[in-house]
């Protein structure tokens, strides 16, 4: 089924968890020799933000905004994946954010374009999804009350 959006593939795609594993494993090997390489830890980041389990996604984004703030020569790599982990969670401010600082830098990064239509989108629907929850209130309470004043009309 092609897609209208093919750079963001990875908002749909998780990674399975043998490969995960392998990522976990190396980063936990240099852990263990006391110093983790960025590559290392970017690909053990990259891995939990791909896996459909909020809380590794949470944990993938941390060190991805650890490795943000300590080198400069990730930060386009760690907008966009942190961008995605944050999109997945349905934090769709913090995905705009971090998605934005990559669209300033790279204005025709298809990736980040079509993770902005993504976070659009997912925005929209969740304003009709709030609006038709106030609505279907809305008409429930009018119910109950067109029901409290028909029966108080009959005693």
């Known amino acids: 089924m092609p897609t209208q959006l093919p ?14 594993e392998v990522l976990k494993n190396q980063y936990e090997k240099e852990q263990a020799q006391k110093h983790v390489s ?6 053990y980041a990259w ?35 942190i ?14 954010r971090f998605n934005d600082l990559l669209l300033h830098v790279e204005p025709s990064n298809m990736q980040a374009q079509s993770l902005k239509a993504l976070i659009d989108q997912a925005e929209t629907r969740e304003g009709y999804i709030g609006i ?8 429930l309470g009018g119910l109950v009350v067109a029901s409290l004043y028909k ?4 005693r």
């Open 7 to 20: 750079y963001a593939a990875d908002a749909e795609e998780s990674l399975a968890f043998d490969e995960l």
């Open 38 to 43: 960025t590559q290392t830890k970017f690909n």
């Open 47 to 81: 891995g939990m933000v791909k896996s459909p389990k909020r809380e590794l996604q949470m944990e993938g984004i941390k060190l991805l905004q650890e490795i943000y703030a300590s080198d400069t020569d990730y930060r386009r790599e760690c907008s966009y994946y």
């Open 83 to 96: 961008a995605l982990g944050y999109y997945k969670l349905g934090n769709y401010g913090h995905a705009r």
């Open 132 to 139: 038709g929850l106030v609505a279907g209130a809305a008409a």
């Open 151 to 154: 029966q108080a009309r009959r």
